[in-house]
T-cell receptor, first 112, second 114 residues
Framework: KAGVTQTPRYLIKTRGQQVTLSCSPISGHRSVSWYQQTPGQGLQFLFEYFSETQRNKGNFPGRFSGRQFSNSRSEMNVSTLELGDSALYLC???????????FGAGSRLTVL | AQSVTQLDSQVPVFEEAPVELRCNYSSSVSVYLFWYVQYPNQGLQLLLKYLSGSTLVKGINGFEAEFNKSQTSFHLRKPSVHISDTAEYFCAVSEAAGFQKLVFGTGTRLLVSP
């Protein structure tokens, strides 16, 4: 059974640009969550989608957005990138409200 | 709101020695508790979880943890560590209801030396 797949694994952007990260959940999982990991702030929750609806949202500015498609794949977008957006972005999926998340390997974003 | 405290940022230990990684949480409602491990350049892997039932939880790779409600703790233990256990360990908590986010501790780096 394939795990959670995140693309791209590494990317470099410059300030002011935007970026889109993709996440394919485990087959059959309908919930996808996104977390940001930085050395200074640690692991912080961005948002969670279930059946194409945002169910929960963290305390991030509106530059951070996401969506989920009918096949449960999810994308997150960060617009007007800032240096502080450099981070490992982790996606996780779960079957439903079971609260056991399975994480992908992450997308490492570097903003120059 | 929930919070998690991992008091030890780094724990050095010799191979084959026992280890305990400490985790304390704060919450006014019932919670689920988790331990995840992160190896370099990888995502998070679930070690074990407490959802309900027995307070002693056994996980993968020989790890176990005990949920102590009165002390609001969920410490992770392993009786004999290996070099390959060197990694970052995260304790996490979530409300035991609905689509609740995971709140993570700051992590403990376990350094196993020969």
């Amino acid at each position: 059974k394939a795990g959670v797949t995140q693309t791209p694994r590494y990317l470099i952007k410059t300030r002011g640009q935007q970026v889109t990260l993709s996440c394919s959940p485990i087959s059959g999982h309908r919930s996808v969550s996104w977390y940001q990991q930085t050395p200074g702030q640690g692991l912080q929750f961005l948002f969670e989608y279930f059946s194409e609806t945002q169910r929960n949202k963290g305390n991030f500015p509106g530059r951070f957005s996401g969506r989920q498609f009918s096949n449960s794949r999810s994308e997150m977008n960060v617009s007007t990138l800032e240096l502080g957006d450099s981070a490992l972005y982790l996606c996780a999926s779960r079957l439903g409200q079971a609260n056991v998340l399975t994480f992908g390997a992450g997308s490492r974003l570097t903003v120059l | 709101a929930q919070s998690v405290t991992q008091l030890d940022s780094q724990v050095p230990v010799f191979e084959e020695a026992p280890v305990e990684l400490r985790c304390n949480y704060s919450s006014s409602v019932s919670v689920y508790l988790f331990w995840y491990v992160q190896y370099p350049n990888q995502g998070l892997q679930l070690l074990l979880k407490y959802l309900s039932g027995s307070t002693l939880v056994k996980g993968i790779n020989g790890f176990e943890a005990e949920f102590n409600k009165s002390q609001t703790s969920f410490h992770l233990r392993k009786p004999s560590v290996h070099i390959s256990d060197t990694a970052e360990y995260f304790c996490a908590v979530s409300e035991a209801a609905g689509f609740q986010k995971l709140v993570f501790g700051t992590g403990t780096r376990l350094l196993v030396s020969p």
